[in-house]
């Protein structure tokens, strides 16, 4: 069974750091398509970074430059590295993953297999 359980985010002032983790259990992380979403109240789910299975990463253009995903394979943690942080990132973010890699190039969060329970992140001004 795949579980994926989030932790990090929280509360922090414009210009901060933050650092978002994503445990993966019942498969292994770096076999699969993995991303970070976002999504704040009224609007739809944003994709903010991807990895796919040969580590190729994407990013939104609002975030290009600000935010970095990683895996660490011996801990079967996906990361959002969250740099320079801006009041309109805040945001509920959920890691999520898929086995198929074409997922990485979708559109459609919907089709997203797996997600993680969501944690919020707030960027005072």
């Known amino acids: 069974q795949v579980t994926l359980v989030q932790s990090g985010g929280g509360s922090v002032q414009y210009g901060g750091s933050l650092r978002l983790s994503c445990a993966a259990y019942?498969?292994?992380?770096?076999?699969?398509?993995m991303a970070w979403f976002r999504q704040v109240p009224g609007k739809e789910r944003e994709r903010v970074a991807s990895v796919d299975s040969d580590g190729g990463t994407t990013y939104a253009d609002s975030v290009q430059g600000r935010f970095t995903i990683s895996q660490e394979n011996a801990k079967n943690t996906l990361y959002l590295q969250m740099n320079s942080l801006k009041p309109e990132d805040t945001a509920m973010y959920y890691c999520a993953a898929d086995p198929r890699p074409l997922m990485c190039y979708n559109s459609n969060y919907a089709l997203f297999r797996y997600w993680g329970q969501g944690t919020q992140v707030t960027v005072s001004s």
């Open positions: 019942g498969y292994t992380l770096n076999s699969y398509c």
